[in-house]
C-alpha cells in the first residue's frame, strides 16, 4: 500500500502561517517528520493572494529534504501547474484531484495527461455531492473512468477516493465506503486503484479514541482492497500495521487480529466469525471498534468501554 504524509495541510492555523512567512525551517522539520512515508500531500488550498506561488516553493523545499514522492493538493489550476513544471519525478506524482466538476475535470485532466502522474478522481458530483450509497459512487467512477480514458488516462494511473465521512456524523457511511473501495476494485476492466483519506473517519471523535478508529478501518480497507492512503505520519502504530500487512509477518496475537479482519472484509466473512481473545482488553478494543465501523454496534464516545 501506498502511504502519503498528510501533515502539511494549509488548514492548520500553524502550517498556514509557515507558507504565509515561508519558514523553511518549521517545514523541512515537517517534511522530516514524514520521512517514513512514500509520498507526502501538499495541501495548499485555493493558493490565492499572499498564498500565490506557494505550492512550487514547497515542492521545491520537499524535494531538496527527502526522496519522497508528492502528491500535489490544490484548488487553483495555475498552481497545481507551477508545482507540477518543478516535480522532478511527474510519473511517480499524485494530483489530488478531480471530480464530474466539468470545467476543474478538463483543466486538470490536462495537467494528469502532460505529466503522466496517478490521478485521484472523488467520487461526486456537483449536483448530488457524495451519493450515500456505494451503488451511486460507483456510478460517478464509472463516468469520470469513461471520460478519462477516452481521454488517453492509463487506467492504471486513476486512483478513486470513495470519500470517508466521519462516523461520529454518519455512522452506516463507514460501511458504505468499504463497499465501494471492494465494488471499484471489482468492476473495472482494465482496473483502477483506490485510495483515502484515512483521517476523515475519526474526524470528530475523541482524541484518545481517534487512533484506534484510523487503525482498525484502515486494516478493514486493505482487506476491500484499498491501494493508497492519506494518513497521519506521526501514527507510528497504523504505519507499523499496514507495513506489516504488506510483509505478511505478524507479530503478535493482535497482529494476527487484524489479518483475520482484514481477511473477514475480503472474504465477505462476518465478524461474529472472527475469532479473538475474549481476555485481551486490547482485542476486545478492536473487535468494538470493528463492530461499530460496520454498523453492528451503535457509536458513543464510550463505545470501548461498552
Known amino acids: 500500500m501506498i502511504l502519503i504524509g498528510e501533515n502539511i495541510h494549509v488548514i492548520s492555523k500553524k502550517i498556514r502561517a509557515s507558507l504565509l512567512s515561508r519558514d523553511e525551517s518549521f517545514l523541512v522539520n515537517l517534511v522530516n517528520m514524514q520521512k517514513d512515508m512514500d509520498c507526502i500531500d501538499l495541501n495548499v488550498g485555493p493558493a490565492k493572494g499572499a498564498m500565490e506561488g506557494v505550492l512550487p516553493w514547497l515542492a521545491e523545499l520537499v524535494q531538496c529534504n527527502s526522496n519522497l514522492g508528492i ?22 506524482a499524485f494530483l489530488n484531484s478531480v471530480s464530474l466538476d466539468e470545467e476543474r475535470f ?27 450509497t456505494s451503488d451511486g459512487r460507483l456510478e460517478i467512477a464509472f463516468e469520470l473512468y469513461e471520460k478519462c480514458l477516452e481521454l488517453g488516462i492509463d487506467s492504471e494511473k486513476l486512483y478513486f477516493d470513495p470519500l470517508i465521512l466521519p462516523i461520529g456524523v454518519e455512522q452506516g457511511q463507514a460501511l458504505e465506503a468499504l463497499n465501494t473501495i471492494k465494488m471499484i476494485k471489482e468492476s473495472f476492466d482494465p482496473p483502477v486503484k483506490t485510495i483515502v483519506g484515512l483521517s476523515n473517519i475519526s474526524n470528530g471523535c475523541p482524541k484518545e479514541l481517534r ?12 482487506g476491500a482492497g484499498l491501494d493508497a492512503a ?25 497482529d494476527r487480529l487484524y489479518f483475520r479482519l482484514a481477511d473477514m472484509v475480503r472474504d465477505f466473512s462476518d465478524i461474529d466469525d472472527v475469532e479473538f481473545n475474549s481476555e485481551s482488553f486490547q482485542e476486545q478494543e478492536i473487535i468494538k471498534c470493528a463492530e461499530v465501523l460496520l454498523n453492528r454496534k451503535i457509536y458513543s464516545n464510550s463505545f470501548t468501554q461498552v
Open 71 to 92: 502528491s500535489f493538493d490544490t484548488t487553483n489550476y495555475q498552481e497545481m501547474k507551477k508545482g507540477f513544471a518543478v516535480c522532478q519525478n511527474k510519473e511517480s
Open 106 to 132: 478538463s483543466k486538470m485532466v490536462d495537467i494528469a495527461l502532460n505529466n503522466n502522474c496517478n490521478l485521484i478522481g472523488l467520487t461526486l458530483s456537483k449536483d448530488i455531492g457524495i451519493p450515500k
Open 211 to 222: 487512533p484506534l478508529i484510523n487503525r482498525v478501518y484502515a486494516v478493514m480497507a486493505y
Open 230 to 254: 492519506i494518513v497521519d505520519a506521526c501514527d507510528l502504530e497504523l504505519i507499523r500495521v499496514l507495513r506489516m500487512l504488506d510483509n505478511g509477518k505478524p507479530k503478535s496475537d493482535v
